[in-house]
């Protein structure tokens, strides 16, 4: 009905930078926000980045200042641009959305794409 498709991620040196993108597509009435996590091995998920529908942001302390959050309303579409990438950012980045569907239009559901992997290596 409704998916989350990721892409971007790859392998990058020590204070490279990648752009993430994901498309929403499916039986999409409205989206609310949009955001990235992300999840290594060993450790929980944790958001990195989130925009509302009106653009507010919240960036986790650890990136704040490395990473941009930035949304396609007409494309469905968040982005991630990570900057200054370090060896602990290396994780399976994940997007996540909360989506009003045709069907019900009174209901907003929580999505997750399938994750792209980025990992930052020399």
């Known amino acids: 009905q409704v998916q989350l498709v990721e892409s971007g991620g790859g392998l990058v040196q020590p204070g490279g930078s990648l752009r993430l993108s994901c498309v929403a597509s499916g039986s999409i009435f409205s989206i609310a926000s949009m955001a990235w996590y992300r999840q290594s091995p060993g450790n929980e998920r944790e958001l990195v980045a989130a925009?509302?529908?009106?653009?507010?942001?919240h960036y986790t302390d650890s990136m704040f200042d490395r990473v941009t959050i930035s949304r396609d309303y007409a494309k469905n579409t968040v982005y991630l641009q990570m900057n200054s990438l370090k060896p602990e950012d290396t994780a399976v980045y994940y997007c996540?959305?909360?989506?009003?569907?045709?069907?019900?239009?009174?209901?907003?559901?929580?999505?997750w794409g399938q994750g792209t992997q980025v990992t930052v290596s020399s």
């Open positions: 925009m509302a529908s009106g653009g507010g942001t």
């Open positions: 996540n959305a909360d989506i009003r569907t045709y069907s019900d239009r009174r209901l907003s559901r929580n999505f």
